[in-house]
């Protein structure tokens, strides 16, 4: 198991407060009264906790992806919370097929290429944070846009990061005409998020509402 890069940062923020906090409770505890040792005890259990859950928050499995052009992967860990016939307004300006997948803060956050082929687009978009399940979030939240076209298969993919409530930095690193491999990480949501896939119509959808698929590795669709 590895700490995803994104993660440096925020654990080493969160080591910084943690020792604060318990050098505080522990200076309390020598100078003001004997009861506060039970302070200092669940003061440390809890930073233990937390500690633990923001390593996890940025965990980074190793996934075994098969490559295939004619699947669509699971670009992240999660729930799949939307399968319906849409009309995507940025890219395509036609109907497609919108698979979500929705992240809970327990999930792993990296996000991963759902095919190979050259990245044809790529654009941000600042925006708002509500809940990552809301209706509006994948028109009206902080967002970040990306189309991979595989040539062999003649078809481009779009996929979309989407901040969540609590997701308040999003992290790509794709850019255009650059080459994309399928299962290879294109970035990363922090605490909470979704990301949509918007597949042809003739595609042929692999997985269930609700389903809970693995980035890298379930197969979403077929193409």
Not at 124 to 132: F, K, N, R, S, T
Not at 162 to 171: H, M, N, Q, T, Y
Request: hydrophobic share 45%; proline share 5%.
């Amino acid at each position: 198991m590895y700490i995803h890069k994104e993660g440096y940062p925020t654990i080493l923020i969160t080591i910084c407060f943690l020792a604060v906090v318990n050098a505080i409770v522990f200076y309390c505890t020598d100078f003001v009264s004997e009861a506060l040792p039970v302070a200092l005890i669940v003061s440390l259990v809890i930073s233990a906790d937390l500690f633990v859950f923001i390593l996890s928050f940025f965990r980074n499995p190793k996934r075994n992806t098969t490559l295939n052009d004619d699947h669509i992967i699971a670009p992240a860990d999660g729930k799949v919370v939307v399968i319906e016939e849409v009309e995507e307004p940025e890219y395509f300006k036609d109907k497609r097929i919108q698979v979500s997948i929705f992240m809970s803060p327990l999930n792993v956050h990296v996000n991963r290429y759902p095919i190979s082929g050259t990245v044809d687009y790529v654009k941000y978009h600042p925006g708002l944070y509500l809940v990552a399940w809301h209706p509006k979030s994948s028109t009206e939240n902080e967002r970040t846009t990306i189309v991979v076209k595989n040539q062999k298969k003649n078809v481009s993919i779009l996929f979309r990061q989407i901040a969540g409530a609590l997701a308040r930095r999003i992290v790509y690193y794709s850019k255009p005409f650059e080459m994309a491999q399928q299962g290879e990480q294109f970035g990363f949501i922090k605490f909470g998020s979704r990301v949509d896939l918007f597949l042809p119509l003739d595609a042929k959808i692999n997985v269930k509402l609700n389903e809970v698929v693995r980035g890298g590795e379930t197969v979403i669709a077929k193409i």
